[in-house]
């Protein structure tokens, strides 16, 4: 993937969540941002989700303009894949349901090209056994997994992730990560905020610190994990389990 | 013996024993209010008034059934529009919306039927008692409808609202696949209980003369004078109504409480 991000302002009603935030990357399958949190990591993530607008300045993936009208940008939404913490999931739906639906209304696939793009993903990550339940009768883990299933059935090529494990106990996040490992092997580009570290520095192609709304150091995952320059992300990384 | 009378702080729980003697404690209790009356009024019972006058009776029954039927049809609709239009981003729709709902809550239900039959209806030329009884019925309950329907909205969190947009659902789409379905199962419970209100304020259009329930009894009392038996036969059919609607409610509310 390709991003360009150049001098973005995101002014809340008091707080400066981006300040002249400018970043960009060439060619990586796999982006991971990284940060304390208030740092602006999320805000970040919203505005590529096409969620929120900016206060000023540009930001280009794989070479399109973010453009500032609703309009415009509800149609964007409808073909980048997101993942948020938690509750991504709708109560009131069964698993199928959750991927189906989106499919079926906003993408206009008839009801069964819809039902047979959602067993496939459900096979292909081992969920199929769940394809009837609501949300409340999965667990936080088997949750994110059909999440992540919804985010992948509208064919994007890239998907936003919003820290998709920090909800979730330990022992869940495993088989969450995995699923984000094997998607990046399969070729689908991926851009996700987290704290997870390890993982970080296990699946991330290049890596962006964020801290105070601005890109404070960024680099490979490898000289960024092994050779931090910045003051501040040396400190960040000492407090964070690798 | 105490425990045919008390309940402990720590076991709430009622005997079969104890039961049988409170009923029967309330029911004596009831008996001797009813006999003091009788005895103090002098009155003389007559209840084939009832079968007499039974025409009049079904009528007015029927009139309110239909009456409350429509209003409930009609108040929800006004509900579930105003409860979009106070989310609306027209600031105008908004504030219409606000201002219905707080001059409603905010005046008795009187009030309002007199405003209307002496103002609106002469205003607008309507006619037809049926018609002006369901418009004042229903626009009173939309208020209310509104506030339920509102509060259900409110208690879906934001977060939904936001995948929903992330997935490209529309504003449409979002009320309509995401928002609503939750909603109406939630709000159940106190709807049955807005359904029971409105059928029991319907008797207050008896006011003005619409040919429902309590001016039809009140006609026959008119008539006979057998004021005893005619009110307790009014309160009685609107029990009949009110109670299943009471434990609907009552079971509804069990239900979604389990499942959420």
């Known amino acids: ?242 | 013996m105490k425990n045919l009378f008390t309940t402990r702080e720590d076991n709430k729980r009622i005997t079969k024993a104890a039961t049988l003697t409170n009923v029967a404690l309330v029911g004596l209790f009831i008996f001797l209010v009813f006999l003091f009356t009788v005895i103090k009024l002098e009155y003389s019972f007559d209840f084939s008034v009832i079968s007499r006058y039974q025409k009049k009776f079904i009528n007015g029954f029927t009139m309110t059934l239909a009456i409350c039927s429509v209003s409930l049809f009609i108040s929800l609709v006004i509900g579930i529009v105003n409860a979009i239009a106070l989310k609306s981003n027209i600031i105008f729709f908004r504030f219409l919306a606000r201002f219905y709902v707080e001059l409603i809550r905010g005046t008795p239900f009187l009030v309002q039927i007199l405003f209307f039959y002496f103002i609106i209806t002469p205003a607008f030329g309507l006619k037809d008692k049926f018609i002006v009884g369901f418009l004042i019925l229903s626009l009173f309950s939309g208020a209310y409808v509104t506030e339920i329907i509102r509060g259900g909205i409110e208690s879906i969190p934001q977060s939904q609202i936001v995948t929903a947009n992330s997935l490209g659902f529309s504003k449409w789409q979002i009320y309509r696949y995401i928002i609503f379905p939750q909603v109406f199962k939630r709000i159940l419970p106190s709807l049955a209980g807005q359904i029971s209100s409105l059928i029991k304020d319907s008797s207050l259009l008896s006011i003005i003369a619409v040919s429902e329930f309590t001016m039809k009894t009140l006609e026959v009392n008119a008539l006979t004078f057998q004021t005893y038996e005619t009110l307790s036969f009014l309160a009685l059919g609107y029990l009949v109504i009110t109670i299943p609607i009471s434990l609907l409610s009552k079971w509804l509310e069990r239900k979604y409480f389990y499942e959420s």
């Open chain 1, 1 to 242: 993937m390709n991003l360009n991000i150049n001098n973005v302002v995101k002014q809340y009603e008091i707080e400066r969540a981006l300040d002249d935030f400018t970043f960009s990357v060439l060619n990586v399958p796999s982006v991971v941002i990284v940060g304390p949190s208030g740092g602006g990591k999320s805000t970040l993530l919203r505005l590529f989700a096409g969620l929120e607008i900016a206060t000023s300045g540009e930001i280009c993936i794989n070479g399109q303009e973010i453009v500032n009208d609703e309009n415009w940008l509800k149609e964007y939404r409808k073909n980048v894949g997101v993942v948020f913490q938690s509750y991504n999931l709708f109560p009131h739906w069964t698993a199928m349901e959750n991927i189906t639906m989106p499919l079926i209304k906003v993408h206009g696939y008839s009801v069964e090209q819809a039902k047979e793009a959602c067993l496939q993903l459900l096979k292909r990550f081992d969920l199929i056994e769940h394809i009837d339940k609501i949300p409340a009768k999965l667990s936080g883990g088997q949750q994110q997994r059909i999440a992540i299933a919804r985010a992948l059935a509208i064919n994007s090529e890239l998907l936003l992730f919003d820290e998709p494990t920090s909800a979730l106990d330990p022992q869940l996040t495993s088989g969450v990560l995995e699923m984000i490992v094997e998607l990046k092997k399969s070729g689908t580009d991926i851009l996700m905020v987290t704290h997870e570290m390890a993982f970080a520095k296990k699946a991330a192609d290049y890596v962006v610190f964020i801290d105070q709304g601005k890109a404070i150091e960024h680099g490979t995952a490898h000289e960024f994990f092994n050779h931090p320059k910045s003051k501040v992300l040396q400190e960040f990384l000492s407090h964070s389990t690798i």
